[in-house]
């Protein structure tokens, strides 16, 4: 059976880096699913929920904001923040989120704004991906 060649790097470090059989992202449009053989793409990955399927088992990340580059036999992240759901502190990740929206009461310039609501972004998607992998 044909696999995919999964690469997800931040600016700190190579995340991840594995032959898998199917990987679902979080897209601008919404989640795509991408197997071998899919037609090359460039896009933009929003903070969400990285599914990852390899020998029958899946794996869940959560990931910011970034790019992500198909081909026919390999999927490329780049994402400003990725973490693997058992390396998730959701304590840290649930004050993260109070923080966050805090902040987004006070007045603040657009470019603190948007560096609030990513770090909410962030937190949220840890959040969903830790919660989500109890189940």
């Known amino acids: 059976m044909a696999t995919l060649k999964l690469e997800i790097v931040t600016p700190e470090a190579k995340i991840y880096s594995e032959d898998v059989d199917m990987v679902t992202l979080p897209g601008v449009e919404g989640e795509m699913g991408i197997y071998p053989m899919h037609v090359p793409l460039m896009t933009q990955v929003v903070a969400g929920e990285v599914a990852v399927r390899k020998g029958g088992q899946d794996s869940l990340l959560a990931?910011?904001?970034?790019?992500?580059?198909?081909?026919?036999?390999?999927?490329?992240?780049?994402?400003?923040?990725?973490?693997?759901?058992?390396?998730?502190?959701?304590?840290?990740?649930?004050?993260?989120?109070?923080?966050?929206?805090?902040?987004?009461?006070?007045?603040?310039?657009?470019?603190?704004?948007?560096?609030?609501?990513?770090?909410?972004?962030?937190?949220?998607?840890?959040?969903h991906v830790k919660r989500r992998n109890r189940r």
């Not at 910011?64 to 304590?91: P, S, Y």
């Not at 902040?103 to 972004?121: F, G, I, N, W």
Request: proline content about 0%; overall charge negative; hydrophobic content about 45%.
């Open 63 to 127: 990931v910011g904001d970034g790019f992500v580059q198909i081909t026919g036999d390999r999927v490329a992240i780049l994402t400003d923040m990725a973490i693997k759901a058992d390396d998730i502190d959701e304590a840290k990740a649930e004050e993260a989120r109070k923080r966050a929206e805090a902040r987004l009461q006070e007045k603040l310039s657009d470019e603190e704004t948007a560096s609030v609501q990513a770090a909410l972004a962030h937190s949220l998607a840890q959040l």
